[in-house]
């Protein structure tokens, strides 16, 4: 798969991922949020949540699930996104009860020949 495909199916993941947060009553209130410290893919509002959501699209499992690809690194740069985020839309006010971080996956998988 060439970079262009990779990048299109990304961005169609997070589409689906947004769908399914919003038909589950989440407020999407932003999408590719970008900081010096990294990117969220989704910022979404559960009740009194708030919710840094990574979305990891796969076409097939050659690598292992999607959410596989979310390591301890890749948590620390969406954490310290999460505090710029916070910092800049908050103004200093606690508008939340509570914040969380999850991973939406979403696989792609064609099996040819299945029976």
Same mark, same amino acid.
């Given at each position: 798969m060439n970079s262009n495909?990779?990048?299109?199916?990304?961005?169609?993941?997070e589409e689906l991922a947004a769908e399914l947060l919003?038909?589950?009553?989440?407020? +999407?209130?932003?999408r590719n949020y970008r900081c010096?410290?990294?990117? +969220?893919?989704?910022?979404?509002?559960?009740?009194?949540?708030?919710?840094?959501?990574e979305v990891k699209t796969r076409a097939g499992?050659?690598?292992g699930r999607p959410c596989e690809a979310v390591?301890?690194?890749k948590q620390r740069r969406i954490r310290e996104?999460?505090?710029?985020?916070?910092?800049?839309k908050s103004g200093g006010r606690?508008?939340?009860s509570r914040l969380r971080f999850d991973v939406i996956e979403i696989a792609v998988d064609h099996i040819a020949d299945a029976f």
């Open positions: 495909s990779k990048v299109r199916l990304g961005r169609a993941g919003s038909a589950r009553g989440y407020a +999407i209130m932003e010096p410290a990294g990117e +969220i893919d989704i910022v979404a509002a559960n009740g009194a949540d708030i919710v840094f959501a499992n050659t690598y390591d301890a690194a996104a999460a505090i710029y985020y916070l910092r800049e606690t508008l939340y």
